[in-house]
């Protein structure tokens, strides 16, 4: 089982930067592909940007591309999400979550664990 704990939201204003980290527990961390997603208000769960178990590959939703990086340390346990040229459509709860599954995963239903979620708020 892993368990993983968001930290580095707030409040930032448009076309600044934030960086989200996510820190796991348990051994099997380098075993699993992470993933970022974020809920904006009523609004469903979107995909934002997952990382494979070796950091070999990195996917992006297209919202995101070449505003959004994830990277991780497995050494760490950690898989972070830099987030530059912040708009305010990027105001969300942003989870991470820990896949077994390989290859290319934007669907929430794909992620076996989740986070408990951290507040990014984007002022115009």
């Known amino acids: 089982q892993v368990q993983l704990v968001e930290s580095g939201g707030g409040l930032v204003q448009a076309g600044g930067s934030l960086r989200l980290s996510c820190a796991a527990s348990?051994?099997?961390?380098?075993?699993?592909?992470m993933g970022w997603f974020r809920q904006a208000p009523g609004k469903e769960r979107e995909f934002v940007a997952r990382i494979s178990s070796t950091a070999t590959n990195t996917y992006y939703a297209d919202s995101v591309k070449g505003r959004l990086t994830i990277s991780r340390d497995n050494a760490k346990n950690t898989v972070n999400l830099q987030m530059n040229s912040l708009k305010p459509e990027d105001t969300a709860v942003y989870y991470c979550a820990a896949s077994r599954r390989p290859g290319v995963r934007t669907e929430w239903t794909d992620y076996d664990y989740w986070g408990q979620g951290t507040q990014v708020t984007v002022s115009s």
């Open positions: 348990g051994r099997t961390f380098s075993s699993y592909a």
